[in-house]
């Protein structure tokens, strides 16, 4: 059985609803909260980090999102994604503030089907195309766990279906990888994560040097070789935390972490929780997010 709870906030007209996520090994994406509001002008949230992929779809109005020390300004027909323990702010305009669905979400295969809607490169936004079918699927997630209507196969179709939508929009426009090196580089990370990979391994498979690779993976991702092979790692984990009964020491050392004490310390210090805390993350009741202090 899959629960639900439901927040509800009138002044806003927000509603937001969290599962019990009973559905694991029949996807390797995981939806764990949805919602829509119409926000207050000025109303803002954060600086805070999220424990999963958090993705806000404009449907109205404009405001602006601020993330790794950039701001900026979105309005409707426009998606941004916030990542998992990842320092952002949002606000609402004060004129004509917006309105947006989101749906909170993770899994092993969430990092390349974001790559592949072009939410994982230089900006954390794309534009999309506003269809009767794409708000139909938006709608029909927090519709269905509102009234819990749905079954965990229809919710994920529907996700699914947004994502189609999302990468039919970006194929257009969107230029290919540098060459196949890039290409060739993250496939290779994520078929040796777990073994002691090192970025001097990657570029003498691909056959560049360490420099070339490197502005390849800022290029592309804004971050280094190996910060994408750690937060590739990293984000493994938490999936086999949420979805596993396997040890701490197990996910750590499968993921490639040679020092236990090491990862948990890292673990705490990315996400604020410990990995056995993390575990027992469920929904509102500890951590979709968590305030930062300034």
Not at 43 to 53: D, E, L, N, S, T
Not at 102 to 129: E, H, M, R, S
Request: proline share 4%; aromatic share 14%; glycine share 6%.
């Amino acid at each position: 059985m899959t629960e639900n709870t439901v927040t509800s906030t009138p002044l806003n007209n927000r509603m937001e609803f969290f599962r019990n996520v009973n559905y694991r090994g029949i996807s390797s994406l995981i939806i764990f909260f949805a919602g829509k509001e119409s926000c207050l002008p000025s109303h803002h949230f954060g600086p805070a980090v999220r424990a999963q992929y958090l993705l806000h779809f404009i449907v109205k109005g404009k405001g602006r999102f601020s993330v790794n020390n950039t701001t900026y300004h979105l309005s409707e027909n426009q998606a941004f994604l916030i990542q998992p323990n990842i320092p952002t702010y949002y606000t609402a305009d004060s004129e004509e503030p917006w309105e947006y669905i989101w749906i909170g979400f993770d899994g092993q295969d969430a990092q390349t089907i974001l790559q592949n809607c072009g939410l994982l490169g230089k900006c954390p936004f794309v534009d999309y195309v506003p269809s009767d079918a794409l708000m139909g699927c938006l709608n029909n997630i927090v519709e269905g766990m509102k009234n819990q209507t749905a079954n965990d196969y229809e919710l994920l179709g529907n996700l699914f279906m947004i994502f189609g939508f999302l990468t039919h929009s970006q194929a257009e426009s969107r230029q290919p990888l540098d060459n196949d090196y890039l290409q060739k580089a993250v496939l290779y990370i994520k078929n040796n994560y777990h073994k002691n990979l090192n970025v001097q391994d990657i570029a003498d498979y691909v056959g560049i040097n360490r420099s070339y690779l490197y502005r390849l993976f800022m290029q592309e991702f804004s971050i280094s070789p190996k910060k994408y092979i750690f937060d590739y790692r990293f984000h493994v984990a938490t999936d086999l935390l949420s979805n596993t009964n396997m040890t701490v020491s197990a996910i750590a050392l499968s993921c490639g972490f040679t020092d236990v004490s090491a990862f948990c310390s890292q673990f705490r210090k990315c996400t604020g929780f410990t990995p056995k805390q993390y575990r027992s993350i469920d929904g509102e009741k500890q951590g979709t997010w968590k305030p930062i202090e300034l």
